[in-house]
């Protein structure tokens, strides 16, 4: 009777320790994923396709702005017309790409409020500046100004270690 309660214990702990040790390990590689994330919203699933070819077709002529910066209509508007993109034409966006950025881009932008005016560039996107709480934004705010605070910006890596 003494043996057989002996190894039921004995079992129990090595179950619970592997359970502990699991878990620990568990939580150590997602913490260890999310300091490795370049992306503020690191894209999943479906999306990571979009996303790819966002920065395919984005960072090679300027440094990828994070979805979350304009508005929804706005990355819309960029994707309608990639003949004049800027005063740019991007070469070789198909439709079906278009449709897979697209995608990612509705997915991790935001949507105006009803009688909001549609900012053309980021620094007139209030969601850009709700990203930036508190921080004293150099004038002119471009695009080429995010580096000063975002050094990997290049690399789609806007995480700021203050």
């Avoid at 309660?5 to 359970?19: D, M």
């Avoid at 090679?60 to 979805?67: E, Q």
């Avoid at 934004?137 to 100004?145: A, V």
Wanted: hydrophobic content about 35%; some cysteine; glycine content about 6%.
């Amino acid at each position: 009777m003494v043996k057989k309660r002996w190894k039921t214990f004995i079992i129990a702990f090595i179950v619970g320790c592997s359970l502990i040790f699991g878990w620990g390990v568990s939580s150590g590689l997602q913490g260890l994923a999310q300091a490795h994330t370049k992306s503020v919203d690191r894209a999943t699933g479906n999306f990571t396709v979009g996303e790819e070819f966002y920065l395919q077709y984005c960072s090679t002529c300027h440094i990828p702005i994070p979805p979350a910066v304009l508005p929804q209509e706005t990355w819309q508007r960029i994707l309608e017309n990639p003949g004049n993109h800027y005063g740019v034409r991007i070469e070789g966006l198909t439709g079906f790409t278009q449709r897979l950025m697209w995608q990612y881009l509705q997915n991790y932008s935001r949507q105006l409020l009803r009688d909001e005016i549609r900012p053309q560039y980021m620094a007139q996107s209030r969601y850009f500046f709700a990203l930036h709480p508190k921080v004293d934004l150099p004038t002119p705010t471009t695009i080429n100004t995010c580096i000063q605070c975002h050094p990997q910006a290049q690399d789609f890596n806007y995480r700021v270690d203050f």
